[in-house]
């Protein structure tokens, strides 16, 4: 098994930055993928983005392309997500997500979820 645990939520004013971590322990061995899903109220969970053993092989939402950043430190076993130019429509709980199999494509390739951290982005 593996537990992902998130850091980093909080209020920002739109046009901030905030840094989301999740650390990962347990089987970590059999992590591939990494990344990070948002919900906001009434919506469906959607993903931001995700990235592999490598920082080249990171993925984007249309939605925080160029915004958003994902790096990852697999000494640490941790994913980080730098967002900067945040907007109120970012206002959401934030998942970690994990994937032994490959690389997070959706919702449901996910294999482990951290349990969210909540962000809120004011105008």
């Known amino acids: 098994q593996v537990q992902l645990v998130e850091f980093g939520g909080g209020l920002v004013q739109a046009g901030g930055s905030l840094r989301l971590s999740c650390a990962a322990s347990?089987?970590?061995?059999?992590?591939?993928?990494m990344g990070w899903f948002r919900q906001a109220p009434g919506k469906e969970r959607e993903f931001v983005g995700a990235?592999?053993?490598?920082?080249?092989?990171?993925a984007y939402a249309d939605s925080v392309e160029g915004r958003f950043t994902i790096s990852r430190d697999n000494a640490k076993n941790t994913v980080y997500l730098q967002m900067n130019s945040l907007k109120p429509e970012d206002t959401a709980v934030y998942y970690c997500?994990?994937?032994?199999?490959?690389?997070?494509?959706?919702?449901?390739?996910?294999?482990?979820w951290g349990q969210g951290t909540k962000v809120t982005v004011s105008s």
């Open positions: 997500a994990a994937r032994t199999g490959g690389l997070l494509v959706s919702a449901s390739s996910v294999n482990y």
């Open positions: 347990g089987r970590t061995l059999s992590i591939y993928g």
């Open positions: 990235i592999g053993r490598s920082a080249g092989t990171a």
